[in-house]
Every structure is written in C-alpha cells, then in structure tokens.
C-alpha cells in the first residue's frame, strides 16, 4: 500500500579514494533508517547512495598504487564500498557509481543545457586548491602551516598544503543566483536544516557569490565538457548530477517525474556544494531545486573528526564484529543529536549496548516471551478488563508512536529513537510493578496475569515495528518470537504510522523461543 507521497532520499556518494570509516557509516545508515521508515509508512520511497570516482586525487591514488583510474576504483568499490552496505544492513534502493555511462552521458546533457540557456562562459583563473576537498579555497578556509608544512598555505580541513593553480577553465555564473538562492531559503525555511546549517549558508550567500570554474584542463580523468573535450568537468559538478541521472534525469521522464525532487543527508563539511552550488545549477537548468538540505555534524575521535590520515579512522567492522550492526545504528543514531558533532569512544559503546539494548531492551524481550511460555504455555493471552495503569501504557505507546513520527518528520532520528525508548522503560517498571511471577501463583489471578502479559507483548509488537528501520535484525527476531509473523506477516510489511494503535497482536498468537537479541559482550574493547 503507498501514500502517493514521493519520499526520495540520498547519501552523499562518498570519494572511494581510502576505505570506509565509522563516519561514512554513520550517514549511511541515517538515510537508510530515514527511508526504511517512510517506506514502512508506504510512501513512495527511493534511497541512493553510490561513489564519486573522478578527479585528481583519485588520479593520484591510483597512480600512487601502480592502477589506472578505472582499475583502482573498481577494485575499491568491489571490496570496500559495496560491503559497507552488507555489514551495515543497509538497504538502499540503487547504488550509482559516477563512472558509469548512465551518468557520463547524462551530465554532459545538463552542461551542455546550462551552456547554451547562457550561465557558462570561459575565462582565467588562478587560486589555492585543496586536492583533497576537490575545491579552491577562499581566505576562510585558509590557515597557516604547522610542523612540516610551517610557512605554507593549508587547508583548514585536512592540514595539508595548498597547490596555487592557473588554468584556463570555464565558469558558471553562479554570481548570478544569489538573490534567487536568499529567495528560496526565505520562502522554505526548512530547506537547509539543521537551524545553524540555514543561518551560515544564509551568511556565506549574503556576502556575495563568485563565479564557480567548473572545468579542468590539466588532467583528464572525468567527464569531457561536451563542446570542449579539452577540458573535463569539474569533479564536484559532476559528483551534484548523480542525484538527478540515478532517477532518469536525460532518459526517463517519468521516472525523474515521479522521483524528482530528493532530500540530500550530507556532512555539515560539504553542506555548501549542496544548499549553494546545486541549487543554482538546478535553477539555471530550469529543473527543480531539492526538497531540503540536511547537515549533520561530525564525528569526533579523541576530539578530532574522522580522518585516516590522522589515524583516528575505525572501519565500521570493527564495531559490527563485536557488538552487530544494529548495536552500530542504534548507538550512532541515538547517542549523536543528528545534526551537531558527537565523540565517539568505545566506553560509551559499550555501557549503552549493555544498559539500554541488552539490559534494557533485550531483557524485556526475553522475559515476557519467557513468561508467556511458562504461564500460558506459548500462548499470548487475551486482556481482560484494563486498569488505569494498562492505561497508561496503552497511551505511552500511542504518544511515543505519534512523536517519533513526527520527529522523524524533523530528520531527528535521535529524538525519534528517544520518544520509543519512553516504551522499554514503561514496559519494564510495568513488569516489575505488576510482578505476573507472583500473580502466577495465585489463581484468582489469572485473568489478571493474562492482562499483564498481553500488554506487555502488545507493547513489544509495536516496539518491533517501530524499531525495525533502525535495528532491523533484533526486530525480525523479536517479530517471530511474538508470533506475529505468523498472525500478522511481515514486519516491514506493518504500517509504521499505525504502530500505536492498541490491540494489534491477536490474543492466541504462539510465541516462540527467543535468544538473546542482544547478547552479553564479554571482551574488552
């Protein structure tokens, strides 16, 4: 069952250049946990995430490893990139890869459009370029050289010195659009989010916008420009074009009418390409701008952001191995305020795993299918009469349902994950403050002990369905474990926006063995 409501969501296509780390995974699976929600409420919902392959660092990686261009991003995609997916459980709708002839072909459509409607000209120019941002840079993002690189110009995001060039390139008036991009962010408040990412871009943008080269000419690994196959297209230019060529943009009008226009999640690093620059390309090519912007922060390691090259890069198997791949979501989803930097430290991974997901969590579970099985012999109970406090938990996961939509609504996952976990809680003082082990004893209690049991298996089936786009895995089992699977089908199947509604879970279910959804992690980290 759809809504109708288009719902197209993307990642940033990450550089391949190096291999994944925790940072790359923590956006990836934001977007994914963003889409496997609004695919569960049944909207129409596509999610894109791919990799940018041109450009002269990766030239020069592949060079540096013995590999042509192609060769070497193959090999990096094929062993790195694509089994980021697997480990994270991410489940992404299309993966586009910017060597690719769908989109080769397609970006030289929308350049060649922006040229002849007038917006690209060519001209000289000469400025500091950082090789690893694939961007020149302007005074503010120029700082002086520390150690081995004192007396030199570097980049204030990777500590590395600039190369001055001096190119004949072409240019895109991008000059041209600073009214129209203040008019825009004016008139759609939310389009940059969160409300520190608008009130900088709004800033940069008001202190006027310089024309963007958009071409290179001294090295040829990227897409020609179509009237000049002298130069090739600037990297970033191309990179923007995946999220209009993956969904028919040049092809298949009808796909790109149905799908157009996107939600781009992307690290507050590179917010400016995507609120500025794609925007602008977007309006002098007549097509329309995105539906919205979202910054999130940076993840800190030891205080500093994620960085091979300063070796505090973690590949994310190194968390999966040990505590799964939910535990990696749930932890980087819930722990971060999706939209400011957060610390990560193995310490902290590990005492919310055992507190909130083994503890917490996995213990609720255990116990009332345990129960379940030991009182009613595998069989959730029906409810009898409701007292005030089954009240009560009826309306905590009516509430927490209805603002974890809404919070999703906000691109807060952290807060959507918060207003759910307001259900573990209750369910577990529920438990110990109806104490069914002592009601089992006695059997004027029985209907009570019924009820008791049934709300809290009613509270986990909504707990399953309102959890499953984060922790996917526990969900699934869980989901079996109810029965529900069988009286009901499919979790991801269970409309997400009905999850509070009370009395889903027929009573005659047959719950079934459950082993620990989140097992206890012994090793030290």
Known sequence: MTSGRSFYITTPIYYPSDVPHIGHGYTTVAVDTLARWHRQAGDDTWMLTGTDEHGQKMMRAASA??????EWVDKLVSESWFPLLETLDVANDDFIRTTQPRHEERVKQFVQAIYDRGYIYAGEFEALYCVGCEEFKTESEIVDGEGPFEGLKVCAIHSKPLELLQE??????????????????????DFIRPESARNEVV?????????????RSTFDWGI???????????VWVDAL???????????????????WPAYHVVGKDILRFHAVIWPAMLMAAGVEVPRGVFAHGWLLVGGEKMSKSK??????????????????????LSAIAFGQDGSFSWEDLSARYQAELANGFGNLASRTTAMIDRYFEGIVPPASDYSEVDLGIQKTVQDAAAAADAAIERFRIDEAIASIWTIVDALNLYITE???????????????????????????????????????????????????????????????????????????????????LFPRVEQTV
């Open 65 to 70: 490893n013995g590999a042509t261009p192609q």
């Open 168 to 189: 004949k390139n072409y240019f895109f008036k991008l000059s041209e659009f600073q009214d129209r991009l203040l008019e825009l962010y004016s008139s759609v408040p």
């Open 203 to 215: 800033s940069f943008v008001k202190n006027g916008l310089k024309d963007l080269s958009i071409s």
């Open 224 to 234: 020609t420009v179509p009237w000049d196959e002298s130069h090739v297209i600037y």
């Open 241 to 259: 074009l995946n999220y209009a060529t993956a969904v028919g943009y040049g092809s298949d009008l009808e796909e790109f009418a149905r799908r």
């Open 311 to 332: 070796l505090t890069g973690i590949a994310p198997s190194e968390i999966t191995d040990v505590f799964g791949s939910d535990a990696y979501r749930f932890y980087f």
């Open 434 to 516: 109806n104490e069914p082990w002592a009601l089992a004893k006695d059997e004027a209690q029985r209907e009570r002990l019924g009820t008791v049991l049934y709300t809290a298996a009613e509270g986990l089936r909504a707990l399953a369905v309102l959890l499953s786009p984060v922790t996917p895995i526990a969900t699934e089992k869980l989901w079996v474990a109810l029965g529900a699977a069988d009286t009901l089908g499919r979790l991801e199947d269970q409309p997400i926006r009905e999850a509070g509604r009370w009395g889903i879970l027929p009573a005659g279910a047959v719950v079934n063995a459950l082993a620990p």
